[in-house]
């Protein structure tokens, strides 16, 4: 966040003062000993008109690593359920296109600059370009 505060030309007075914290709260925010709050992100996307993903890489990989070992999780958890049945067959399919996407996030889309969003659960595809 230093660098993108710093390119805007502002300083740890003025951004605190834009989110209604002290400097030294968005010092630590700056050194990672603090990690955001969603209004927090909310105020900080809208200051520096960037997705708080891009501006706190490393927030958004720990949040990644964690839900997908927690997809990875349930999905061997539905795995272990009655799998004849329709809602468990298509809860499996729904965990298995998340955990999906979620690894290819980790591969590709960690360093900010590439589109990293990718719809998982029961979204419709989207039509092709033309």
Known sequence: MRVVR???GLTQ??????????????????NGSRTPR????LVIELVFGMAAS?????????VVERVRRRVEHLRAKVRREDASQP?????AGQIDRLL?????????????REPWYRPTLASKPEPPER
């Open 6 to 8: 710093r390119r805007f």
């Open 100 to 112: 999906e996407s979620l690894r290819s996030l980790e591969q590709s889309g960690l360093d900010g």
């Open 13 to 30: 007075r003025e951004v605190a003062f834009l989110l209604g914290y002290g400097e030294s709260h968005v010092s630590r925010l700056e």
């Open 38 to 41: 969603l209004p927090e992100l």
């Open 54 to 62: 891009t501006i706190f890489p490393q927030v958004r990989r720990t």
């Open 87 to 91: 809602r468990v067959s298509y809860k």
